[in-house]
Protein backbone atom coordinates (compact mmCIF):
# COMPACT_ATOMS: atom_id res chain seq x y z
CA UNK A 1 0.00 0.00 0.00
CA UNK A 2 1.42 3.37 -1.17
CA UNK A 3 0.92 5.92 1.62
CA UNK A 4 2.54 9.41 0.39
CA UNK A 5 5.06 10.41 3.04
CA UNK A 6 2.43 13.68 4.19
CA UNK A 7 -0.33 11.49 5.09
CA UNK A 8 1.97 9.17 7.28
CA UNK A 9 1.17 8.38 10.78
CA UNK A 10 4.00 7.93 13.31
CA UNK A 11 3.76 6.11 16.28
CA UNK A 12 5.78 6.16 19.45
CA UNK A 13 6.65 2.58 20.46
CA UNK A 14 9.97 0.16 21.31
CA UNK A 15 9.85 -2.36 24.02
CA UNK A 16 12.19 -1.39 26.39
CA UNK A 17 9.60 1.77 26.59
CA UNK A 18 6.68 -0.04 26.80
CA UNK A 19 8.55 -1.63 29.70
CA UNK A 20 9.50 1.20 31.75
CA UNK A 21 6.43 2.62 30.91
CA UNK A 22 5.03 -0.46 33.26
CA UNK A 23 7.15 0.01 35.91
CA UNK A 24 4.86 3.56 37.04
CA UNK A 25 3.32 2.03 40.17
CA UNK A 26 -0.56 2.38 40.06
CA UNK A 27 0.03 2.05 36.26
CA UNK A 28 1.00 -1.03 36.13
CA UNK A 29 0.80 -2.61 32.55
CA UNK A 30 -1.50 -0.07 31.07
CA UNK A 31 0.80 0.58 28.68
CA UNK A 32 1.39 -3.42 27.17
CA UNK A 33 -2.64 -3.73 27.31
CA UNK A 34 -2.60 -0.26 25.25
CA UNK A 35 0.24 -1.61 22.46
CA UNK A 36 -1.23 -5.16 22.62
CA UNK A 37 -4.81 -3.90 21.27
CA UNK A 38 -3.44 -1.61 18.57
CA UNK A 39 -1.28 -4.71 17.74
CA UNK A 40 -3.66 -7.13 17.80
CA UNK A 41 -5.89 -5.11 15.39
CA UNK A 42 -3.28 -5.14 13.01
CA UNK A 43 -3.01 -1.38 12.98
CA UNK A 44 0.59 -1.06 13.88
CA UNK A 45 1.92 -2.33 10.21
CA UNK A 46 0.04 0.73 8.77
CA UNK A 47 2.36 3.12 10.84
CA UNK A 48 5.82 4.19 11.04
CA UNK A 49 6.91 2.87 14.24
CA UNK A 50 9.79 5.47 15.99
CA UNK A 51 11.94 4.18 18.74
CA UNK A 52 12.54 6.44 21.49
CA UNK A 53 15.57 7.63 22.61
CA UNK A 54 15.16 9.10 26.16
CA UNK A 55 15.70 12.87 26.50
CA UNK A 56 18.55 14.12 27.75
CA UNK A 57 19.15 16.55 30.77
CA UNK A 58 19.52 19.91 28.75
CA UNK A 59 16.46 18.48 26.73
CA UNK A 60 14.30 18.27 29.99
CA UNK A 61 16.08 21.63 30.99
CA UNK A 62 14.46 23.64 28.45
CA UNK A 63 11.29 23.53 30.86
CA UNK A 64 12.19 22.02 34.29
CA UNK A 65 15.04 23.59 36.57
CA UNK A 66 18.15 22.00 37.28
CA UNK A 67 17.36 21.74 40.66
CA UNK A 68 14.37 20.00 40.11
CA UNK A 69 16.03 17.62 37.75
CA UNK A 70 19.41 16.98 39.60
CA UNK A 71 16.95 15.70 42.61
CA UNK A 72 14.71 13.78 40.43
CA UNK A 73 17.55 11.92 38.42
CA UNK A 74 19.21 11.36 42.42
CA UNK A 75 15.88 9.59 43.28
CA UNK A 76 17.04 6.73 40.78
CA UNK A 77 17.95 4.16 43.08
CA UNK A 78 15.38 5.06 45.25
CA UNK A 79 13.39 1.78 47.09
CA UNK A 80 10.01 1.81 48.63
CA UNK A 81 11.43 1.61 52.41
CA UNK A 82 13.71 4.99 52.08
CA UNK A 83 12.15 7.73 53.40
CA UNK A 84 10.88 10.67 51.86
CA UNK A 85 13.09 13.53 52.88
CA UNK A 86 11.71 17.13 52.91
CA UNK A 87 14.05 18.07 49.85
CA UNK A 88 11.70 15.53 47.83
CA UNK A 89 8.68 17.01 49.16
CA UNK A 90 9.65 20.33 48.31
CA UNK A 91 9.61 19.22 44.87
CA UNK A 92 6.50 17.42 45.07
CA UNK A 93 7.93 14.06 44.77
CA UNK A 94 6.80 11.03 47.58
CA UNK A 95 3.27 11.11 47.28
CA UNK A 96 0.96 12.45 44.91
CA UNK A 97 4.24 11.51 42.36
CA UNK A 98 5.14 7.81 43.78
CA UNK A 99 8.64 7.29 43.59
CA UNK A 100 10.45 3.95 42.63
CA UNK A 101 13.59 2.91 41.21
CA UNK A 102 13.79 3.48 37.55
CA UNK A 103 11.78 6.82 37.90
CA UNK A 104 14.09 8.93 36.25
CA UNK A 105 14.66 6.37 33.44
CA UNK A 106 10.98 6.52 33.28
CA UNK A 107 10.23 10.36 33.18
CA UNK A 108 12.87 10.56 30.53
CA UNK A 109 11.79 8.21 28.51
CA UNK A 110 8.38 9.17 28.23
CA UNK A 111 9.48 13.08 27.76
CA UNK A 112 11.40 11.38 24.95
CA UNK A 113 8.79 9.82 23.64
CA UNK A 114 6.85 12.85 23.21
CA UNK A 115 10.15 14.94 21.64
CA UNK A 116 10.70 11.78 19.45
CA UNK A 117 6.87 12.40 18.53
CA UNK A 118 7.06 16.22 17.63
CA UNK A 119 10.55 15.53 15.40
CA UNK A 120 8.15 13.11 13.19
CA UNK A 121 5.88 16.58 12.51
CA UNK A 122 8.98 19.35 12.39
CA UNK A 123 11.28 17.17 10.23
CA UNK A 124 7.95 16.65 8.00
CA UNK A 125 8.04 12.74 7.78
CA UNK A 126 4.97 11.97 9.31
CA UNK A 127 1.51 15.05 9.41
CA UNK A 128 0.17 12.64 12.50
CA UNK A 129 2.62 11.51 15.49
CA UNK A 130 1.36 9.59 18.52
CA UNK A 131 2.49 9.18 21.85
CA UNK A 132 -0.30 7.07 23.88
CA UNK A 133 2.43 7.07 26.78
CA UNK A 134 2.80 10.65 27.04
CA UNK A 135 0.82 13.41 28.06
CA UNK A 136 1.52 13.83 31.93
CA UNK A 137 0.30 17.33 31.82
CA UNK A 138 0.51 18.81 35.76
CA UNK A 139 4.34 18.67 36.06
CA UNK A 140 5.34 22.51 36.43
CA UNK A 141 9.32 23.59 35.97
CA UNK A 142 10.50 22.92 39.46
CA UNK A 143 8.52 20.77 41.04
CA UNK A 144 6.61 16.63 40.13
CA UNK A 145 2.32 17.32 40.87
CA UNK A 146 -0.24 14.99 40.14
CA UNK A 147 1.59 11.91 39.16
CA UNK A 148 3.29 13.64 36.36
CA UNK A 149 7.49 14.25 36.52
CA UNK A 150 8.66 15.91 33.55
CA UNK A 151 5.80 17.68 31.88
CA UNK A 152 6.62 15.87 28.09
CA UNK A 153 3.50 17.62 26.58
CA UNK A 154 5.33 20.92 27.59
CA UNK A 155 8.59 20.09 25.62
CA UNK A 156 6.73 18.37 22.50
CA UNK A 157 5.25 22.08 22.14
CA UNK A 158 8.22 23.63 22.91
CA UNK A 159 10.31 21.48 19.67
CA UNK A 160 6.99 22.34 17.57
CA UNK A 161 7.37 25.79 18.00
CA UNK A 162 11.00 25.48 16.72
CA UNK A 163 9.46 24.53 13.27
CA UNK A 164 5.49 25.66 13.93
CA UNK A 165 4.47 29.72 14.81
CA UNK A 166 1.32 28.96 16.57
CA UNK A 167 0.52 25.84 18.31
CA UNK A 168 -2.77 25.05 19.67
CA UNK A 169 -2.83 22.82 22.76
CA UNK A 170 -6.33 20.88 23.70
CA UNK A 171 -6.53 19.16 26.67
CA UNK A 172 -9.56 16.18 27.05
CA UNK A 173 -8.22 14.34 29.81
CA UNK A 174 -10.72 14.84 33.26
CA UNK A 175 -8.34 16.91 35.07
CA UNK A 176 -7.38 20.68 34.07
CA UNK A 177 -4.20 20.72 32.11
CA UNK A 178 -2.70 22.90 34.45
CA UNK A 179 1.10 22.59 33.89
CA UNK A 180 0.70 23.08 30.15
CA UNK A 181 -1.60 26.33 30.85
CA UNK A 182 0.78 27.28 32.91
CA UNK A 183 4.00 26.95 30.92
CA UNK A 184 2.32 29.29 27.70
CA UNK A 185 -0.01 31.77 29.83
CA UNK A 186 1.60 34.93 28.75
CA UNK A 187 2.04 33.85 25.06
CA UNK A 188 0.19 34.21 22.54
CA UNK A 189 2.10 31.53 20.24
CA UNK A 190 0.47 28.71 22.41
CA UNK A 191 -3.23 28.80 22.65
CA UNK A 192 -4.07 26.42 25.62
CA UNK A 193 -7.60 24.93 25.30
CA UNK A 194 -9.24 22.85 27.96
CA UNK A 195 -11.74 20.38 29.08
CA UNK A 196 -12.08 19.14 32.30
CA UNK A 197 -14.10 18.30 35.58
CA UNK A 198 -14.19 21.63 37.74
CA UNK A 199 -15.52 21.08 41.18
CA UNK A 200 -14.62 22.22 44.53
CA UNK A 201 -11.84 20.01 45.91
CA UNK A 202 -11.20 17.98 43.04
CA UNK A 203 -7.59 18.06 41.80
CA UNK A 204 -6.00 20.43 40.80
CA UNK A 205 -8.61 23.16 41.17
CA UNK A 206 -7.55 25.77 38.51
CA UNK A 207 -9.30 25.85 35.07
CA UNK A 208 -12.21 28.10 36.02
CA UNK A 209 -13.67 29.73 33.24
CA UNK A 210 -12.00 33.17 34.68
CA UNK A 211 -8.84 32.01 33.54
CA UNK A 212 -7.85 33.56 30.03
CA UNK A 213 -4.15 34.17 29.54
CA UNK A 214 -2.50 37.07 31.12
CA UNK A 215 0.11 40.02 29.64
CA UNK A 216 0.22 38.91 25.33
CA UNK A 217 -1.05 35.94 26.49
CA UNK A 218 -3.91 37.47 27.14
CA UNK A 219 -7.38 35.32 25.49
CA UNK A 220 -4.80 33.11 24.38
CA UNK A 221 -5.74 30.38 27.39
CA UNK A 222 -9.48 29.07 27.21
CA UNK A 223 -11.04 27.09 30.03
CA UNK A 224 -13.93 25.15 30.30
CA UNK A 225 -15.18 23.97 33.61
CA UNK A 226 -17.54 20.74 33.34
CA UNK A 227 -19.39 18.87 36.25
CA UNK A 228 -20.49 15.11 37.01
CA UNK A 229 -21.94 13.32 34.42
CA UNK A 230 -21.59 14.64 30.80
CA UNK A 231 -22.77 12.65 28.20
CA UNK A 232 -20.77 12.28 25.08
CA UNK A 233 -23.51 14.28 23.02
CA UNK A 234 -23.52 17.61 25.71
CA UNK A 235 -19.66 17.06 25.15
CA UNK A 236 -18.85 16.46 21.67
CA UNK A 237 -21.75 19.39 20.75
CA UNK A 238 -19.80 22.01 23.05
CA UNK A 239 -16.41 20.95 22.22
CA UNK A 240 -17.49 21.56 18.09
CA UNK A 241 -18.79 24.90 19.09
CA UNK A 242 -15.39 25.67 21.19
CA UNK A 243 -12.75 24.14 18.54
CA UNK A 244 -13.94 25.92 15.96
CA UNK A 245 -14.36 29.18 16.96
CA UNK A 246 -10.47 28.70 18.43
CA UNK A 247 -9.68 27.40 15.04
CA UNK A 248 -11.10 30.30 13.32
CA UNK A 249 -9.77 33.28 15.50
CA UNK A 250 -6.60 31.73 16.52
CA UNK A 251 -5.70 29.55 12.93
CA UNK A 252 -3.00 27.33 14.35
CA UNK A 253 -0.27 25.92 12.28
CA UNK A 254 -0.32 22.66 14.11
CA UNK A 255 -1.90 20.89 16.68
CA UNK A 256 -1.11 19.02 19.78
CA UNK A 257 -4.17 17.13 21.81
CA UNK A 258 -4.27 15.38 24.75
CA UNK A 259 -6.31 12.28 25.22
CA UNK A 260 -6.54 11.26 28.90
CA UNK A 261 -9.05 8.49 28.96
CA UNK A 262 -9.83 9.22 32.68
CA UNK A 263 -13.56 10.94 31.83
CA UNK A 264 -14.44 7.44 30.25
CA UNK A 265 -17.43 5.72 31.94
CA UNK A 266 -16.18 3.05 34.55
CA UNK A 267 -12.94 5.15 35.07
CA UNK A 268 -12.23 4.89 39.18
CA UNK A 269 -12.77 8.64 38.55
CA UNK A 270 -16.06 8.09 38.63
CA UNK A 271 -16.71 11.43 37.32
CA UNK A 272 -17.72 11.88 33.84
CA UNK A 273 -19.94 9.75 31.46
CA UNK A 274 -17.94 9.17 28.28
CA UNK A 275 -17.39 6.70 25.74
CA UNK A 276 -14.81 6.25 23.32
CA UNK A 277 -17.17 7.78 20.70
CA UNK A 278 -16.68 11.59 22.26
CA UNK A 279 -12.92 11.33 22.07
CA UNK A 280 -13.19 10.50 18.93
CA UNK A 281 -15.27 12.70 17.44
CA UNK A 282 -13.41 15.30 18.55
CA UNK A 283 -10.49 13.87 17.30
CA UNK A 284 -11.64 13.61 13.65
CA UNK A 285 -12.62 17.35 14.10
CA UNK A 286 -8.90 18.12 14.74
CA UNK A 287 -8.19 15.85 11.52
CA UNK A 288 -10.24 18.11 9.82
CA UNK A 289 -8.63 20.75 9.38
CA UNK A 290 -5.28 18.60 8.27
CA UNK A 291 -2.80 20.09 10.20
CA UNK A 292 0.65 18.60 11.90
CA UNK A 293 -1.57 17.03 15.06
CA UNK A 294 0.42 15.28 18.18
CA UNK A 295 -1.40 13.02 19.50
CA UNK A 296 -0.88 12.03 23.70
CA UNK A 297 -2.46 10.46 26.02
CA UNK A 298 -2.63 10.80 29.77
CA UNK A 299 -4.79 9.58 32.61
CA UNK A 300 -6.92 6.46 32.20
CA UNK A 301 -7.15 3.89 35.23
CA UNK A 302 -9.66 1.34 33.50
CA UNK A 303 -6.90 -0.12 31.60
CA UNK A 304 -9.04 -2.00 29.01
CA UNK A 305 -11.64 0.75 28.38
CA UNK A 306 -7.99 3.24 28.17
CA UNK A 307 -6.56 0.62 25.50
CA UNK A 308 -9.68 0.28 23.05
CA UNK A 309 -10.51 3.98 23.71
CA UNK A 310 -6.86 4.81 22.24
CA UNK A 311 -6.92 1.74 19.69
CA UNK A 312 -10.08 3.32 18.69
CA UNK A 313 -8.80 6.65 18.35
CA UNK A 314 -5.64 5.15 16.39
CA UNK A 315 -8.15 3.37 13.62
CA UNK A 316 -9.57 7.12 13.25
CA UNK A 317 -6.31 7.90 12.47
CA UNK A 318 -5.29 5.56 10.34
CA UNK A 319 -9.10 5.83 8.41
CA UNK A 320 -9.56 1.38 9.34
CA UNK A 321 -12.85 0.45 10.35
CA UNK A 322 -12.60 -1.72 13.54
CA UNK A 323 -14.43 -5.02 14.41
CA UNK A 324 -16.57 -4.59 17.48
CA UNK A 325 -15.03 -7.77 18.84
CA UNK A 326 -12.14 -8.31 20.48
CA UNK A 327 -9.10 -9.97 18.54
CA UNK A 328 -7.93 -13.13 20.29
CA UNK A 329 -4.65 -12.06 21.90
CA UNK A 330 -2.33 -12.00 24.82
CA UNK A 331 -4.33 -10.05 27.13
CA UNK A 332 -7.58 -11.16 25.04
CA UNK A 333 -9.09 -12.49 28.84
CA UNK A 334 -8.50 -9.03 30.15
CA UNK A 335 -11.45 -7.99 28.21
CA UNK A 336 -14.15 -10.25 29.48
CA UNK A 337 -17.04 -10.66 29.73
CA UNK A 338 -18.31 -8.55 26.78
CA UNK A 339 -15.07 -8.57 24.87
CA UNK A 340 -16.27 -5.49 23.19
CA UNK A 341 -14.36 -2.74 21.51
CA UNK A 342 -17.00 -0.13 22.37
CA UNK A 343 -18.40 1.18 26.02
CA UNK A 344 -21.92 1.66 26.94
CA UNK A 345 -22.70 4.61 29.14
CA UNK A 346 -24.27 4.64 32.61
CA UNK A 347 -27.72 5.48 33.40
CA UNK A 348 -25.44 8.11 36.03
CA UNK A 349 -27.16 11.82 35.98
CA UNK A 350 -25.98 14.55 34.11
CA UNK A 351 -25.22 17.46 36.54
CA UNK A 352 -24.38 20.06 33.67
CA UNK A 353 -27.78 21.60 33.29
CA UNK A 354 -28.57 23.07 29.91
CA UNK A 355 -28.43 26.96 32.06
CA UNK A 356 -24.99 25.97 32.93
CA UNK A 357 -23.65 24.81 29.54
CA UNK A 358 -25.87 27.60 28.50
CA UNK A 359 -23.97 29.98 30.73
CA UNK A 360 -20.53 28.43 29.65
CA UNK A 361 -21.28 29.26 26.29
CA UNK A 362 -21.96 32.69 26.25
CA UNK A 363 -18.74 33.47 28.26
CA UNK A 364 -16.75 31.69 26.16
CA UNK A 365 -17.78 32.31 22.67
CA UNK A 366 -19.33 35.54 23.58
O1 LIG B 1 -5.02 11.72 35.93
C1 LIG B 1 -4.36 12.64 36.38
C2 LIG B 1 -3.67 12.57 37.72
C3 LIG B 1 -4.65 12.16 38.80
C4 LIG B 1 -4.01 12.37 40.15
C5 LIG B 1 -3.90 13.65 40.63
C6 LIG B 1 -3.33 13.87 41.87
C7 LIG B 1 -2.86 12.82 42.63
C8 LIG B 1 -2.95 11.51 42.15
C9 LIG B 1 -3.53 11.30 40.91
N1 LIG B 1 -3.65 10.02 40.44
C10 LIG B 1 -4.69 9.24 40.85
O2 LIG B 1 -5.57 9.70 41.54
C11 LIG B 1 -4.70 7.84 40.39
C12 LIG B 1 -3.62 7.31 39.71
C13 LIG B 1 -3.68 5.97 39.30
C14 LIG B 1 -4.81 5.19 39.56
C15 LIG B 1 -5.87 5.78 40.22
C16 LIG B 1 -7.09 4.98 40.48
F1 LIG B 1 -7.20 4.76 41.78
F2 LIG B 1 -8.12 5.72 40.07
F3 LIG B 1 -7.05 3.84 39.80
C17 LIG B 1 -5.84 7.09 40.64
N2 LIG B 1 -4.18 13.77 35.69
O3 LIG B 1 -4.71 13.89 34.45
ZN1 LIG C 1 -6.46 12.87 34.57
Known amino acids: MSTSDEKQVGYVYSEEYVDLCCKMPRLEDRA ?44 HNFDMEDEITSEMTEYGLGYDCPLFPDVFSYASFVTGGTITAARLLTSRCCSIAINWFGGWHHAKRDMASGFCYCNDVVLGVLHLKTVFDKILYIDLDLHHGDGVEDAFLMTDKVFTLSFHKYAPGFFPGTGSISTIGKGKGQYYTLNIPLKDGITDQKYTDLFHEVFTNVMQAFQPNAVVCQFGADGLVEDPMRSFNLTSLSLGKCLSDILSYNLPTLCLGGGGYN ?58 REKTLG
Open 32 to 75: RLVHHLIQAYNLVDKMKVARPKPASIEEICAFHSSDFVNTLQAC
Open 303 to 360: FTNTAKCWCYLTSIILEQKLDTQIPEHQFFDRYGPDFELFLSPSNRSDTNESSYVKEI
